[in-house]
């Protein structure tokens, strides 16, 4: 059994939208303290760690620990038929293998079924990265570098170069820049053992940033040279975590 309420829509659907960027099909699994979702991207080259504490809903009923796989984008779908000043009800049928969102606003009540799929068998392991550096920054000057550098390339190098973080990219049409030195007033904090980069394939961190930037004010970069970069934007309640992998030999 398993059964929330959301008085306020656009929270919890600007977590989903973010989600939904880099997933197509993904399974929950609820207990009664939270809603979990681990999950990878069809290629394999982003992953996302997404857990949101009982207390972010109105209400929350779970019992025991069932799991719920969906298609994300198709339920993201019906969340955008929500208005704002509706109540919302998302309940989980495992006998008709339907997800239901009940949506009530005064005297009118609207109902929407979706199915629920077939559980993962695949079980997806957590990252284990030894981070050389770290930069905590705000989540906005770090997604406007990231359309920057969109202007110019497909792909983006993050750096951390001193005690200066970097991003960059260079492509026919020109190249675009950033740099934040240690202390200044978007980057919040730069710890470095040793100077690192690596390049990313843009079209992903520009939806990431893009969607998780609605929900968070700041980010967490992790980043060790030619691995995975490791972006934890922070939530008011609850976890929100991508890894992505580096394009080699750009």
């Known amino acids: 059994m398993f059964e929330v309420e959301v008085s306020r829509i656009d929270p919890f659907r600007n977590l989903i939208k973010a989600l939904s960027v880099i997933v197509e099909e993904g399974m929950f699994v609820m207990n009664e303290a939270q809603v979990k979702l681990l999950a990878m991207d069809p290629s394999h080259v982003a ?3 997404f857990e949101l504490p009982a207390d972010f809903f109105d209400s929350y ?5 069932p799991r719920l796989s969906i298609n994300i984008k198709e339920f993201l779908k019906f969340l955008d038929r929500v208005d704002k000043d509706e109540e919302t009800w998302i309940r989980l049928d495992e006998e008709k293998a339907r997800l239901i969102i009940l949506c009530k606003r005064g005297g009118h009540s609207r109902r929407f079924e979706m199915p629920i799929l077939e559980p993962i068998d695949e079980e997806v392991p957590q990252p284990k990265i030894f981070f050389k550096a770290k930069a905590r920054i705000i989540t906005d000057s ?5 359309r920057d550098a ?3 390339s497909e792909h983006v190098k993050v750096a951390v170069e001193g005690e200066m973080l970097k991003i960059s990219a260079t492509g026919d049409m020109g190249s675009a820049h950033s740099e934040w030195e240690k202390g200044s007033d978007d980057l919040i904090e730069l710890k470095s053992e040793e100077d690192s980069s690596a390049t990313f394939t843009l079209s992903y961190l520009n939806e990431i940033t ?3 930037g609605s929900s968070s004010e700041v980010a967490t970069i992790e980043l060790s040279t030619d ?3 490791k972006m934890d934007f922070e939530l008011p309640k609850g976890k929100l975590v991508y890894y992505l992998a580096p394009c080699i030999g750009v």
């Open 150 to 152: 969109n202007l110019v």
């Open 227 to 229: 691995m995975p970069i």
């Open 210 to 212: 893009n969607a998780a």
């Open 142 to 146: 770090l997604r406007n570098s990231i």
């Open 61 to 65: 009923k779970c019992e025991g620990e």
């Open 47 to 49: 992953m996302v760690d």
